[in-house]
C-alpha cells in the first residue's frame, strides 16, 4: 500500500483523543472530529479519580485489574496530569465489617497494594475525617486532571501527523454499498462559535475506516449509520468546594452507594456522585436533593464539609453499555467494562468500529486494542507505544523544580504553572516580556494564556480548560475580562468580546448549584464587578446607538465644545 | 460601663459614612463602627444615580426625572427625588467629584473599554467623559492586566463614541515586579521616587510621560488605568499632563480600585471632622431590645464583648457583598438585628439562569417603612429606633440600574438625618 489508511475518529474525550494518538503514533493518517472544544463530553465532566481499582475490587475484578495496570502506566506517561494522593477506604461503625474484609481481599487477589490503617492513623493522615471512622484500607488513589491529559493526547497525535478539528460536527456518516466511506462534518463559524482549525461550511471527511469514540453519544451516530447501539446514559453529580479538605481521596468503604467519594483536585476537593439512568446525554435534570445529599452524606466521612464552602456542581453522563441480552435494571449494576462493537461482525457494516463503556483510567488500554483492531483491519503490523513514551510535557519531570527558579516565578504561582505545564514549561514561560498573572485564584500566567491561545483559538472555554483560569473560588469574576484582553490582538475586539460573554455565561451556569452562602455573595459580587462598574449587562456596543450628545459632556472642558449638546449623531461607526 | 453616643452607626461603608455625616451635621453626637474594609475597595469610585429603568431602559440621560417612574417600593421612591437632591448637595459638599453642573448623566469609560452612564465621577476621570468630542489616546501597562488598551479603544469605538480612540501599551518604567500591586504604582507616582531607563535615573512621572510621549499622536487627551497616585493624585496628573500637553484622566477598574479607596478616605476624613467617633476592625455580634427599641449592641473585640449604647441606631452593614446580608443551603437573613429579609423558599428561585438575568438575589434586603425603619414580615416596624440604609436594603437591583452609590448616599442622608432629628 502506498500511503497508509486515512482514519476518522469521532469523539475529542479520553477515548477519542487516546486513540489518534496512538492510530497516528503507529503511522496511520488520523483526522480527529470533536462537536466542542477538546473534552466537551463526559470527559471534562468526570470526577478525575485515577483509580487504583479498588473501588471495583469486590464488584467487577476484571476493571479492577485494568484500573491498576493503566493506574501504573499513567504515573510513568503523564506525571504533570497526575497527583499520586493516595487513597483511604474508611469505615464508619454502621458499616458493614464483612465487606471491608472483602473488600482487602479484593484488592490483594486484583494486585492492588492495599493496607489496612487503624482510626487514628487515618486521622493523623487526614485530621478532618469524622472521629468515629473505626478503620480504613489504603490504596494507591489519584488525582488526575482531565483536561491536560486529553490535549497531551491530542498534542502528541498532533506532532505525528494528526489533524484535530474542535467545533466540528459529524452530521451524516457516509454509506456507499453497505461500506463507510466516510463522514459529513460541519465546521462551527462566527463570533459566537468560536473555531480552531477550519472554520465554517460542511466539509466530507472521507475515511477509509471510521473510529465511532462517542461516548455516550455513541447511539446517534450508530443511527447515521443504520445501526443499534445501547448506550445507557447514566448521570452523576459532583460538588467542588472551595478548598482541599482532604489530601487523599476518601472512599466510603461499602456497597455501592451514591455520595460515598471525595477527590482532592489542586486546590479544590470535589464530592461525588450518583449514578442515576437518563434518556439524552445532553438534556438530563439537575436537582438540588444531589447536591444536597453530596454535602450530607458525606459530612459524615469529613464533618466539616456541612459548613463549607462549595463553589459549583456539575453532572456528567457515564457512557454505559452492556450487551442488550444482560439486561440489568439498576445502572449501578451495569458493568464499567468497555466494548468493542466491530460493525461489520455485526451489523455487516464494513468501514466502521465503535467503542463503548469503560473509564477514564483506562483510555489508553481502550485506544490500544482499537488500534490493534484498525491496524488488523489494514493488516498492519505495528506496536503500540503508547504506554512506554511519555506524554508532551511529561518528559522530565524532575527539572521541573529548577525551572522556577530558572523563570523567576514566585511560589506558590510558580509551582502550579510548572506543574501544569510539566516539562513544557520551559517553552512556554521562557519568555523576556513580563509575565503578569491573568487569574490569581489558580495562579495563570499571560505565558500560559497565550499559549493556551495559540493551542486552541478564540475560544476561551477551551484556554479555560487547558489552564484552569477562571476555575477557582472566584469563578471568573476578576478575571473573565483579563482573558479576553489576552486574546485581543490576535483576535479582533468582537470576537474578543463574543468569547467574553461566552465564557461568562460558562461561569455562570456552573454555579447554579452553589448558590448559598459564601458564593452566593461572590455570585453578588461578581455581578457588581461586571454589570455595575463594566456595564456589560447593558453594553451600549451590544445595544442600540447612544446619543452622546444628550450626556454630560464635562465643564468647559478645552478644545472645544466638551459639554453637553455636542452635534454628533451617535450611531455606530462601523462602515463609515 | 458602656460607650455611648446619641447615634450609632453600624457599617462603614458609602451609606454609613453618608448617614454618620449628616447626622453629626445635624449636631447629633454621633458614633460609627465598621467591621471590615466597605465594598468601595471593590466599587470604580463613580457615583451612579440611576442610568437604566427597572426595565432596562436607557441609558437614562436625566436620572432625576426618572426617579418618579420606579416601583413604588424602591428606595429612592421612599425618600423622594428632592431628598436625593439634597443628598448629593451633602455629597459634593465633601467630597472633591465633578459632575454636579448638570442635571445629566455621564458617559464614563471603564477598564473593560465599556461605557457606563454615572452622575458624578473623581475630578481625575473629568477629562475622560465619552460625550466630550476630543480624541483619545489610552494608554496600557504592559504588565497591568486588568486593563488593555487597544482592546478598550477597540470596545469603545463598537459603542460609536463621538471621536477617535486609539490603544497603546508601553512598559512602566523602572523595574516594578509584573504582578506589583496597584498602590506600588500609585505610591511610586506619589513620590515621584527614582526609575532607572537606560542608565540614568529618573522621577518616575518624567519617565512615565516620556514613553507616552513616543506612542502620543495628536490626541487632546490621553487616559491611564487609575494607578495615578494615591494621595497625590492632582499633582500627578498635572504633572502628566505638563509633560504630555495634552489633558489627562484615569480610566476607573476593578479592584483593588483606588478611586474607590481614595472616596473611602475623604468621606472618613470628612466624619472625622465633623466631631463623631469612629471605630472599625471589630463586628457588632449581639445587641439587647426591650419594648421594640434597641438598647445596646455589643461588639467584639479581642473575644470580649464591649456593649455600646446610643438612642438612635442605623443598620449600614451592605448587602450580600458587605455581609450586611447572608444566606445558607435554606434561608437568607440579615445577621445584626434578625430583621426579616423576604426571599423564596427554594434556593433555586433566587437566580436567574443568564449570568445577566433578573436575579432576585440582587434585591435581597430589608424592607422598611417611608422613614427607612425596617419592617418584620407582618408588615410591624421591627424596632422604634433602629433605620437601614445602603444595600442592606432592598427592592432595587443597584447593578442592574446602575444606582448603588446613589441610594446609598440618599438613603443614608435621610437615615442620619431623621436620626438626629429624633435625639433633638
Ligand atoms: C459522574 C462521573 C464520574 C466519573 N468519574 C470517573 C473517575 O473518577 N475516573 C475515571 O476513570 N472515570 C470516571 N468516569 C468515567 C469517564 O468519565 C468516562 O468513561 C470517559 O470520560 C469517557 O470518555 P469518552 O471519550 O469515551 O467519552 P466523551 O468524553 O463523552 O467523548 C465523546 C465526545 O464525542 C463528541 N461527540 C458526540 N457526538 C458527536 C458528533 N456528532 N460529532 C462530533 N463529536 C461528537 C462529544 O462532544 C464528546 O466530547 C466518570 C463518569 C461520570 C459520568
Ligand atoms: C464591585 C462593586 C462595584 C461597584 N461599582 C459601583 C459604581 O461603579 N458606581 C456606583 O455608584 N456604585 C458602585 N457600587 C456600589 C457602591 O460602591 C456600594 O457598594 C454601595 O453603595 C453599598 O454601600 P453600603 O455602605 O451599603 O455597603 P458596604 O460598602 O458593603 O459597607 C458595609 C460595611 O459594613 C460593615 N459591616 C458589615 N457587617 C458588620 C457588623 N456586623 N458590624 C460592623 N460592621 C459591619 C462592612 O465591613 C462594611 O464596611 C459597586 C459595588 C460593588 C460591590
Known amino acids: 500500500m502506498g500511503s497508509p489508511p486515512h482514519i476518522a475518529v469521532i469523539g475529542g474525550g479520553s477515548t477519542g483523543a487516546g486513540i489518534a494518538r496512538d492510530l497516528s503514533m503507529r503511522g496511520l493518517d488520523v483526522t480527529l472530529v470533536e462537536q466542542g ?73 486484583c494486585g492492588i497494594p492495599a493496607e489496612v490503617v487503624s482510626g487514628a492513623e487515618a486521622r493523623a493522615m487526614e485530621p478532618h475525617l469524622a472521629k468515629d471512622v473505626e478503620k480504613a484500607i489504603s490504596v494507591p488513589d489519584g488525582a488526575v486532571d482531565p483536561f491536560r491529559l486529553v490535549v497531551a493526547n491530542a498534542a502528541s497525535a498532533i506532532e505525528h501527523g494528526a489533524r484535530i478539528e474542535t ?136 464533618p466539616m464539609l456541612e459548613d463549607a464552602r462549595t463553589i459549583r456542581s456539575f453532572w456528567g453522563v457515564r457512557p454505559l453499555y452492556e450487551p442488550p441480552e444482560v439486561g440489568s435494571t439498576d445502572p449501578t449494576d451495569i458493568t464499567r467494562d468497555y466494548f468493542l462493537l466491530d460493525h461489520a461482525e455485526r451489523d455487516d457494516l464494513e468501514g466502521m468500529t465503535s467503542i463503548v463503556g469503560g473509564k477514564f483510567t483506562t483510555y489508553r488500554m481502550m485506544g490500544e486494542e482499537i488500534s490493534d483492531h484498525v491496524c488488523s483491519q489494514f493488516g498492519i503490523d505495528a506496536e503500540c507505544h503508547t504506554a512506554e513514551i511519555p506524554l508532551p510535557g511529561s518528559e522530565d519531570f524532575t527539572v521541573l523544580r529548577d525551572y522556577m527558579d530558572e523563570f523567576g516565578l514566585r511560589s506558590p504561582i510558580g509551582r502550579r504553572s510548572v506543574e501544569r505545564l510539566g516539562s513544557r514549561a520551559d517553552e512556554v514561560l521562557n519568555t523576556s516580556d513580563p509575565n503578569p498573572t491573568v487569574c490569581t485564584c489558580e495562579g495563570v500566567t499571560r505565558a500560559e494564556i497565550q499559549d493556551a491561545i495559540a493551542g486552541s483559538g478564540s475560544d476561551l472555554n477551551a484556554v479555560r480548560i487547558r489552564t484552569r483560569a477562571s476555575m477557582g473560588n472566584c469563578q471568573g469574576g476578576f478575571c473573565c475580562h483579563r482573558l479576553a484582553g489576552e486574546l485581543h490582538g490576535e483576535y479582533d475586539e468582537s470576537t474578543a468580546r463574543a468569547a467574553w460573554d461566552g465564557l461568562l455565561e460558562e461561569r455562570w451556569k456552573g454555579q447554579r448549584h452553589a448558590l448559598w452562602g459564601e458564593q452566593l455573595s461572590q455570585a453578588a459580587l461578581n455581578y457588581a464587578l461586571q454589570a455595575t462598574t463594566q ?37 455606530p461607526r462601523d462602515g463609515d | 460601663m458602656a460607650i455611648e453616643s446619641e447615634v450609632l452607626v453600624v457599617g462603614g461603608g458609602l451609606a454609613g459614612l453618608t448617614s454618620a455625616l449628616a447626622a453629626a451635621r445635624e449636631g447629633a453626637d454621633v458614633r460609627l463602627v465598621s467591621y471590615k474594609q466597605s465594598s468601595l475597595r471593590h466599587a470604580s469610585g463613580l457615583v451612579d444615580l440611576l442610568g437604566y429603568t427597572s426595565d432596562g431602559e436607557g441609558p437614562i440621560v436625566d436620572p432625576y426625572a426618572a426617579m418618579p417612574g420606579l416601583p413604588d417600593d424602591h428606595p429612592y421612591r421612599t425618600v423622594g427625588v428632592e431628598t436625593v437632591r439634597e443628598a448629593m448637595a451633602l455629597f459634593d459638599n465633601v467630597t472633591d467629584y465633578r459632575g454636579d453642573h448638570t442635571d445629566a448623566n455621564a458617559l464614563v469609560p471603564t477598564h473593560g473599554g465599556t461605557i457606563k452612564p454615572t452622575a458624578r465621577y473623581p475630578a481625575g476621570a473629568a477629562a475622560g467623559l465619552a460625550s466630550d468630542d476630543r480624541n483619545v489616546l489610552l494608554v496600557g501597562i504592559e504588565s497591568m492586566t486588568d486593563f488593555d488598551a487597544p482592546q478598550a479603544a477597540a470596545h469603545l469605538e463598537a459603542a460609536g463614541v463621538p471621536f477617535d480612540v486609539r490603544g497603546e501599551t508601553i512598559r512602566f518604567p523602572g523595574d516594578l515586579r509584573a504582578d506589583a500591586k496597584v498602590t506600588r504604582y500609585a505610591k511610586l507616582l506619589d513620590a515621584n521616587g527614582e526609575v532607572a531607563v537606560r542608565g540614568r535615573t529618573r522621577g518616575a512621572r518624567d519617565a512615565l510621560a516620556e514613553r507616552v510621549n513616543t506612542v502620543h499622536g495628536n490626541e487632546q487627551r490621553v487616559g491611564f488605568p487609575a494607578v495615578l497616585g494615591d494621595q497625590r493624585t492632582d499633582a500627578v496628573r498635572g504633572a502628566l499632563e505638563d509633560r504630555i500637553g495634552t489633558d489627562v484622566f484615569e480610566v476607573p477598574m476593578g479592584p483593588p480600585s483606588l478611586p474607590g479607596l481614595r472616596l473611602e478616605e475623604a468621606l472618613f476624613e470628612a466624619l ?120 442592606v436594603l432592598g427592592g432595587y437591583d443597584f447593578a442592574a440600574e446602575k444606582s448603588g452609590s446613589g441610594v446609598s448616599i440618599a438613603t443614608g442622608y435621610v437615615a442620619g438625618n431623621t436620626a438626629a432629628t429624633e435625639v433633638r
Request: proline content about 4%; charged content about 30%; aromatic content about 6%.
Open chain 2, 272 to 391: 472625622e471632622e465633623s466631631g463623631a467617633s469612629v471605630e472599625t476592625g471589630n463586628p457588632v455580634v449581639d445587641f439587647d431590645a426591650e419594648g421594640g427599641e434597641i438598647e445596646t449592641v455589643y461588639i467584639e473585640k479581642n473575644g470580649a464583648l464591649i456593649p455600646n449604647r446610643a438612642d438612635q441606631y442605623v443598620l449600614a452593614t451592605g448587602g450580600l457583598v458587605g455581609k450586611g446580608i447572608e444566606s445558607d443551603r435554606d434561608s437568607v437573613r440579615e445577621p445584626v438585628f434578625d430583621c426579616h429579609v423576604a426571599h423564596a423558599d427554594d434556593r433555586y428561585e433566587w437566580f436567574d439562569g443568564d449570568a445577566f438575568g433578573d436575579h432576585p438575589f440582587a434585591q435581597f434586603g430589608v424592607e422598611t417603612d417611608e422613614t427607612l425603619r425596617p419592617l418584620a414580615a407582618d408588615g410591624r416596624v421591627e424596632f422604634e429606633n433602629l433605620r437601614a440604609a445602603g444595600s
Open chain 1, 37 to 109: 472544544n477538546l473534552t466537551h463530553g463526559t470527559t471534562g465532566r468526570m470526577h478525575g479519580l485515577l483509580h487504583s481499582g479498588g473501588r471495583y475490587a469486590v464488584s467487577d475484578r476484571a476493571s479492577a485489574r485494568e484500573c491498576i495496570e493503566e493506574n501504573r502506566v499513567l504515573r510513568e506517561i503523564a506525571t504533570h496530569c497526575v497527583e499520586m494522593t493516595g487513597g483511604l477506604f474508611v469505615k464508619r461503625p454502621e458499616d458493614d465489617e464483612e465487606y471491608f474484609q472483602e473488600k482487602l481481599r479484593g484488592c490483594r487477589t
Open chain 1, 535 to 571: 456595564n456589560r449587562d447593558r453594553d451600549p456596543a451590544d445595544g442600540d446607538p447612544v446619543d452622546f450628545s444628550a450626556f454630560d459632556g464635562g465643564v468647559g472642558a478645552d478644545g472645544g465644545s466638551g459639554t453637553a449638546g455636542v452635534a454628533t449623531d451617535g450611531g
Open chain 1, 167 to 302: 467545533h466540528s460536527t459529524v452530521r451524516d456518516v457516509l454509506i456507499e454499498e453497505d461500506e463507510v466511506i466516510g463522514l459529513e462534518v460541519e465546521h462551527a463559524s462566527g463570533a459566537g462559535e468560536r473555531v480552531h482549525g477550519k472554520e465554517g461550511g460542511r466539509e466530507e471527511i472521507r475515511a477509509d475506516y471510521v473510529v465511532n469514540a462517542t461516548g455516550a453519544w455513541a447511539g446517534r451516530i450508530g443511527e447515521m449509520a443504520g445501526v443499534d447501539i445501547e448506550v445507557r446514559p447514566s448521570k452523576g453529580v459532583m460538588t467542588i468546594m472551595n478548598v482541599r479538605q482532604v489530601d487523599t481521596v476518601i472512599n466510603r468503604c461499602r456497597p455501592k452507594g451514591d455520595a460515598d467519594i471525595v477527590v482532592p483536585h489542586e486546590t479544590t476537593a470535589i464530592l461525588g456522585t450518583t449514578d442515576e439512568e437518563v434518556e439524552d446525554p445532553e438534556e438530563y435534570p439537575e436537582e438540588r436533593w444531589e447536591v444536597d445529599m453530596m454535602i450530607e452524606t458525606l459530612s459524615e466521612l469529613v
